[in-house]
């Protein structure tokens, strides 16, 4: 019998991370969220956060479990950057292989960056086509549930 509430899923290794079936390097834990340190780190002090229910992505994770993610982001990212003190940070969250997702569990990476860190997030400001950010901004506006 779990005691998950029937949030988590066997076959995901972000659920076994929080059911303690696969070691992390954890740095936060509360009722539903768990934050752990990326093993793969883009620099030192990479961390992840996630909630304690299985969701594959951004679009299937309930209002619910996004707010208090979101809280343990901030909480967390507080402290990598007093222990690490980076230049700056980034907040990275993937859904799908087109935006390179590897791991089908909802998570929010937190990422010390430097200038010149050589990380590949980085792009340079290319003012659009007006018309066309307008059109679309339109079409999303009415999409919004
Ligand atoms: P993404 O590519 O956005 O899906 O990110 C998945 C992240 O999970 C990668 O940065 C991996 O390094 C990280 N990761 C995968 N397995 C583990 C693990 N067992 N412990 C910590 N981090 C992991
Ligand atoms: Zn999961």
């Keep these: 019998m779990s005691d998950d509430g029937g949030h988590l899923v066997e076959d995901c290794i972000f659920c076994k991370i929080i059911r303690g079936e696969i070691p992390s390097f954890k740095v936060f834990e509360d009722d539903q969220t768990f934050a752990f340190m990326d093993i793969n780190p883009i620099n030192p002090g990479h961390a992840l956060v996630i909630p ?37 940070m980034n907040l990275l969250q993937a859904n799908g292989p087109g935006a390179k997702q590897s791991v089908f569990h909802l998570h ?7 200038a010149d860190d050589g990380a590949t997030m980085n792009w340079e400001l290319v003012p659009g086509d007006m018309d066309a950010i307008g059109a679309l901004a339109e079409e999303i506006a009415a999409a919004v549930e």
């Design 108 to 114: 929010m990476h937190i990422i010390p960056r430097s």
């Design 52 to 88: 304690k229910f299985h969701a594959e992505n951004l679009y299937a994770t309930p209002d619910e479990w996004f707010g208090p993610t979101m809280a343990t982001v901030r909480r967390v990212a507080t402290a990598v950057d007093k222990v690490v003190q980076p230049e700056g």
